[in-house]
């Protein structure tokens, strides 16, 4: 090997990448990756959602959310820092939402809200107890809220073990014994009316009950009454991403097409709605309870 010609041949190769760099350096200054003044990684903050002040504008709001969920046109309203700093210190949420635990059933992003927009409480299998229930009528006690929304979802796991349990005969390990307990009624309802998919009925059956008791609810049952206040049972399906109402939609919510109701019957609450599968009869000035489409019948 010419070892006399080594040192050469690095300085020529020390002296390539030198000015490989500096052309490089020197295209990036030349050419910015990002227009002048934008900033990576910031997206445009979405505008604001309008003040939801009614329980017909908050079930509006769910309505329109969810739709967005469903077909991909999410908005992501209310995220970003502007929004941050108006609610830092104070908040008005339009609902209040009771959910499942269920990692999939995360309502900010179903129904396509953000910061300050909602009370989110979640219990495995939407179950109630003083601390949850206090939780709830916050809302609606301190800051007006006009909405709470009971969210039950398919194939809950939470559900799916108390209902087994209890046919069978056998508790459940640790506090999930609690939840069982909890649930009870919604399986005894489920028993006692029978028919297929038992588990998906008794989903359904605590929905319903635990609207009920919230629309029933010392504290809650007179805004309910005056008509400030909605308490709605609702399902969510994980196949569709589709939110559907059970009962309690507001008078004057948004509906779509073919999912009207008939009356409801004189002593109903305002807020409160008696589920029917048949549509108003034509020239009914009879509100439609469902915007969000109409659970299929038990």
């Known amino acids: ?33 990002l227009p002048a003044g934008s900033t990576r990684g910031r997206p445009e903050p979405a505008a604001p959602n309008p003040a939801a002040t009614t329980p017909a504008a908050a079930y509006a709001r769910l309505v329109e959310g969810n ?14 820092p502007t929004r941050r700093q108006l609610v830092a210190q ?22 396509d809200t953000g910061l300050g927009d909602m009370y989110v409480l979640r219990t495995g299998g939407q179950t109630l107890g003083p601390v949850v229930t206090g939780s709830v009528e916050y809302g609606p006690m301190t800051s007006a809220t006009p909405l709470v929304l009971v969210l039950g979802h ?23 014994e609690a939840l069982a307990k909890a649930l009870r009624p919604a399986y ?30 010392a504290d809650l049952a007179p805004l309910v009454r005056k008509g400030t206040l909605a308490v709605v049972g609702a399902y969510y399906s994980l196949d569709t991403g ?21 009356p409801e019957p004189s002593g109903t609450p305002a807020g409160t709605a008696t589920p029917s599968r048949t549509p108003a009869p034509s020239g009914s000035t009879a509100p439609t309870a469902t915007g969000l489409p109409t659970a299929p019948p038990s």
């Open 1 to 33: 090997m010419d070892s006399a010609g080594l040192p050469r041949r690095t300085a020529l190769l020390a002296g390539g990448l030198a000015a490989f760099a500096a052309g490089t350096l020197a295209a990036c200054t030349a050419k910015p990756l």
């Open 67 to 80: 739709a967005r969920w469903v077909d991909g046109s999410l908005r992501h309203p209310d995220r970003d």
């Open 90 to 111: 104070s908040q008005t949420p339009f609902a209040v939402v009771l959910s499942c635990i269920d990692s999939r059933v995360p309502p900010e992003l179903l129904f």
């Open 154 to 176: 398919q194939r809950c796991g939470a559900i799916d073990a108390a209902y087994k349990a209890a046919r069978d005969g056998k508790a459940l390990p640790g506090n999930l």
């Open 188 to 217: 005894e309802q489920t028993v006692k009316e029978g028919g297929p998919d038992p588990v998906d009925r008794m989903i359904r059956a605590q929905v319903r009950l635990t609207a009920d008791e919230l629309r029933g609810n």
């Open 242 to 262: 589709r939110v559907e109402v059970l009962t309690g939609a507001p008078p004057g919510g948004t509906a779509s097409p073919g999912t009207g109701t008939t």
